[in-house]
């Protein structure tokens, strides 16, 4: 039986690079895979998956209001898939996630989704809350903040450096704009 697998983590542990891996593993074996990365992503280019060590892959993309379980169908119908990777699950709907669990469950294909766990406010994201909550496996993968400790949390920072405690939930960035911390030194970042 197939499962669904959500691998979270803070920004810079590697997410991304893990899933190109797991896909060219599948692909080196002769096996299709699908991946799919959000629309609102665009840092790479439309519909790239790309990793900060260099490692990048052409994807679907998926919008708030795409239909998950529809677009892996009929992509299945056409080329049977050994497994779906999604990147950027956190900005999946709890609708899509519940779709993700059905490819598993109906079509029997493995769905593996890798994401943030919470924003720069310390919140889940509604689709890593889902996740969390419905997946089959879950994985931690781990970072480290500057103090050596594992980074669980992320601060949102301005071009100057300057630490950015309110704002919307999703603004798309990576080191640019985000630092990896562990639970003290975000909590110190961000005390007012």
Same mark, same amino acid.
């Given at each position: 039986m197939a499962k669904l697998y959500f691998s979270y983590s803070a920004m810079n542990a590697g997410k991304t690079t893990i899933l190109l891996q797991a896909s060219h593993n599948y692909n080196e074996r002769g096996m299709e895979t699908l991946l799919l990365t959000a629309q609102l992503d665009d840092r790479a280019g439309a519909g790239v998956i790309a990793s900060r060590i260099g490692l990048s892959s052409q994807a679907a993309t998926f919008a708030?209001?795409?239909? +998950?379980?529809t677009v892996v169908s009929a992509q299945h119908s056409k080329t049977p898939l050994s497994c779906v990777? *999604?990147?950027e699950a956190q900005f999946l709907?709890?609708?899509? *996630?519940?779709?993700?669990? @059905? +490819?598993?469950?109906e079509l029997n294909i493995p769905v593996m989704c890798y994401g943030l766990r919470t924003d720069f406010q310390g919140n889940l994201f509604p689709g890593s809350a889902r996740l969390l909550a419905i997946a089959d496996n879950l994985r931690e993968i781990r970072t480290i903040c500057h103090c050596g400790r594992?980074?669980?949390m992320v601060v949102r920072q301005t071009e100057a450096g300057a630490i950015i405690q309110e704002g919307a939930q999703v603004e798309i960035g990576g080191n640019d704009?985000? +630092?990896?911390?562990? @639970?003290y030194h975000w909590t110190k970042a961000m005390r007012p």
């Amino acid at each position: 039986m197939a499962k669904l697998y959500f691998s979270y983590s803070a920004m810079n542990a590697g997410k991304t690079t893990i899933l190109l891996q797991a896909s060219h593993n599948y692909n080196e074996r002769g096996m299709e895979t699908l991946l799919l990365t959000a629309q609102l992503d665009d840092r790479a280019g439309a519909g790239v998956i790309a990793s900060r060590i260099g490692l990048s892959s052409q994807a679907a993309t998926f919008a708030s209001d795409t239909d +998950i379980f529809t677009v892996v169908s009929a992509q299945h119908s056409k080329t049977p898939l050994s497994c779906v990777l *999604v990147d950027e699950a956190q900005f999946l709907s709890e609708a899509q *996630v519940w779709q993700c669990a @059905r +490819i598993a469950d109906e079509l029997n294909i493995p769905v593996m989704c890798y994401g943030l766990r919470t924003d720069f406010q310390g919140n889940l994201f509604p689709g890593s809350a889902r996740l969390l909550a419905i997946a089959d496996n879950l994985r931690e993968i781990r970072t480290i903040c500057h103090c050596g400790r594992k980074a669980t949390m992320v601060v949102r920072q301005t071009e100057a450096g300057a630490i950015i405690q309110e704002g919307a939930q999703v603004e798309i960035g990576g080191n640019d704009k985000y +630092i990896s911390l562990c @639970r003290y030194h975000w909590t110190k970042a961000m005390r007012p």
